[in-house]
Every structure is written in C-alpha cells, then in structure tokens.
C-alpha cells in the first residue's frame, strides 16, 4: 500500500542533544513538507521541497534542517538550537508542488525532558 | 487579523443532525480551498476540496465557497459519533503557500 512513514512515532529528548525524524513516502510524489503541530494551534510549515536537492523554509525553520537526497525521503533534524521542540511533527507530501492536497504521516510526538 | 479564522468549539450536534462548520479568511487572491479532519492524537485527512464559488458535494459531505464573502463551509448531513474530531480549514493564498486555521473540534452526540 502506498503512504506516508514516520518514525519514531514517540520520541524523548534530553535539552541539548539534536533528533532526527524520519519520513519516507512511496507514492511518487515530488512535493514534501515538514509541519509542526502545538495544542490549540495550527499546523505551522516548518519546510518543504518541491523537488529532489532543493528545499525552502517555510515560516518557523529557526533550529531545524532538512535534507531531500531522494524523491522518497525527507528526514527533519531537530537542533539545539530549537527553543520549545516538544510538539507533534507530521510529514506530508503532494503529487506537486502549490496544491492543498496532501497526504499527511502518522505523525512522530517529540518530547524534551 | 490571522489569516485563516475558525471558532475553535466544540460544536455540539446529536446524531443524525446537520453539523455546520464554517471558516473565514483574509486573503482575496486566495484560489483554493480545502478541509482537512483530524481525529485526536492522528494526523489530518483531506476530505474536501473546493476551487470555485457554490457548492460541492461528495456523500454526506457539502463544502460551500463564497469568494465575495470570504468564507467557506462544511456541511455534514446525517452526522455520526464517528464525525466526532477536528476539523481544520486550510487555503491557498496569493503566494501559492498552504495556511491552516486552527479548527473547530465537533462532538456528535448520541
């Protein structure tokens, strides 16, 4: 079955240390995003890439970094450098780019202790 | 002004009943529309898109775009406890970027 994978689902962090999320898609699609989601607020875009070797900031990239070196994955590091990292991230991604259709991750639920 | 605008709720309706959800936005270039339902703790499912002015239907579902008015609404007929989750709005602004509201959390009760 084609879809969207996240992993970890649950993740726990020690303040300091960097994370990566993991996000492979099998549905061919160009287009993949980072959200982040906070009780009560919207999905917020963290990145994107609308194609392989090319990704943009979306409107809160401040301490995270991403990477697209093949079409099927879009892994997103968490830094240090994020001040307030406890959230749910999801991974989605589109058939192309500039569309609101997209199909979302399971989710991975980061936690800093 | 945020950009997307939704009551976050609960919106409360019993079984069988017609559930209203609606959203305003501030952008006029805005092209595309879409609603997005999110069960808690899961991750968000697109179940309606709207691109021109009136109504779309797709079984118990309605999405309703009124450009001039700046809003657009779902409507759930006959609605089921299983329609209990939140639902986000989201569009397509003049910069082609995806924006979400922060959505109204419907409860259908028995």
């Known amino acids: 079955d084609g879809g969207i994978t996240q992993s970890p689902k649950y993740l726990f962090r020690k303040e300091g240390q960097n994370v990566t999320l993991s996000c492979e898609q099998n549905?061919?699609?160009?287009?993949m995003y980072w959200y982040r989601q906070d009780p009560g607020q919207g999905l917020r875009l963290i990145y994107y890439?609308?194609?392989?070797?090319?990704?943009q900031k979306g409107d809160i990239a401040e301490g995270y970094s991403v990477s697209r070196e093949k079409k099927e994955s879009f892994p997103l590091t968490v830094t240090s450098a994020q001040k307030n990292p406890t959230a749910f991230y999801l991974c989605?991604?589109?058939?192309?780019?500039?569309?609101?259709?997209?199909?979302f991750g399971e989710g991975s639920r980061l936690t800093v202790l | 002004q945020k950009e997307v605008e939704q009551n976050s709720g609960p919106l409360s309706v019993p079984e069988g009943a017609i559930a209203s959800l609606n959203c305003t936005y501030s952008?006029?270039?805005?092209?595309?529309f879409f609603w997005y339902r999110q069960y808690s703790g899961k991750s968000p499912e697109l179940i309606m898109s709207?691109?021109?002015?009136g109504d779309k239907e797709d079984g118990r579902f309605t999405a309703q775009l009124n450009k001039a008015s700046q809003y657009v609404s779902l409507l759930i007929r006959d609605s089921q406890p299983s329609d209990s989750a939140t639902y986000l709005c989201a569009h397509t602004g003049t910069a082609s970027k995806l924006t979400f509201g922060t959505g109204t959390r419907l409860q259908v009760t028995l």
């Open positions: 709207i691109y021109s002015n």
């Open positions: 989605a991604s589109s058939l192309q780019g500039d569309t609101g259709e997209l199909f």
């Open positions: 890439s609308q194609i392989v070797n090319d990704f």
């Open positions: 952008d006029r270039g805005s092209q595309s």
């Open positions: 549905l061919n699609h160009d287009a």
